[in-house]
């Protein structure tokens, strides 16, 4: 069935998709769970702000949140051109832009989903191993990570499936650049604008649902663990 046979142009963007969204994830995992336990456990001038912040991506248009990047982290971008002065690394229309654009979308959710997470420990277990004399770096790592591990994992499944749909700040950003920043919804946005484009545009399409359910499967299943973990029924 030829029809169901990925070409090596959709091959490739399905590919780049899940390399730029595995490194999207992996480097925001940690300011994630960083920025969820602060927000969760911590109380500061301007935290309503800062929460602001970090969801702000859900709610702007993606063109916006891309064109502020391509401000701050192109080549000649506040920050972008005093990052290459130092260290010779370039976000502007290569993989590692598709990467960050990709993150920046994806953080509130991982965000979200970790600090639920945090917010749902037994603080009494915490006092307990303060108590036993825990410091605060071991009573993360015995105590409090054990339990929130589930709300990480739900967060990075929802983050990487966020990050493998993401479209407008990455076209917005680094371009539509075939083998370097065309992942699969550019690949399905190309393909529905040349003639005899559609039957790939439909296998990339079907593609997409298929990941983004598998995702949202897994996540809700962790999600359902994670509750019963919590309510001490597992």
């Known amino acids: 069935m030829d029809i169901f046979k990925l070409t090596p142009v959709e091959l490739e963007a399905l590919r ?9 994830v992996l480097g925001s995992l940690i300011p994630g769970i960083l920025m969820a336990w602060v927000l969760a456990r911590k109380q500061f001038p301007g935290k309503a702000l800062v929460d602001g912040l970090v969801h702000l991506p859900l709610v702007l248009p ?9 401000l701050l982290m192109g080549r000649r971008g506040m920050v972008g051109s005093w990052l290459y002065d130092i260290t010779g690394l370039t976000f502007a229309f290569n993989w590692k832009g ?27 277990l915490e006092q307990a ?3 036993l004399g825990a410091g605060p770096v071991d009573l993360f790592f015995t105590v409090t990570l054990p339990l929130i591990l589930p709300g990480i ?3 990075v499944i929802l983050a990487f ?13 680094v371009s539509n650049i075939p083998g370097e920043t065309r992942t699969l919804p550019l690949a399905l946005y190309t393909l529905t604008q ?7 545009a439909m296998r990339l399409c079907v593609i997409s649902v298929i990941v983004a359910l598998i995702a949202l499967m897994a996540s809700e299943v962790l999600a359902r663990r994670m509750d019963r973990r919590m309510k001490g029924e597992t």
């Open 16 to 24: 780049l998709s899940l390399w730029i969204s595995g490194w999207a």
């Open 62 to 70: 993606p063109v916006v949140t891309g064109y502020t990047l391509l």
């Open 98 to 124: 598709a990467a960050l654009a990709s993150a920046v979308m994806a953080f509130p959710l991982l965000v979200r989903a970790v600090r639920l997470s945090i917010e749902g420990v037994d603080q009494g």
């Open 129 to 131: 191993a303060r108590t």
């Open 153 to 155: 994992l739900t967060g």
């Open 161 to 173: 499936a966020r990050s493998l749909s993401e479209f407008g700040a990455t076209i917005t950003f």
């Open 194 to 200: 040349v003639p005899d484009g559609e039957a790939g």
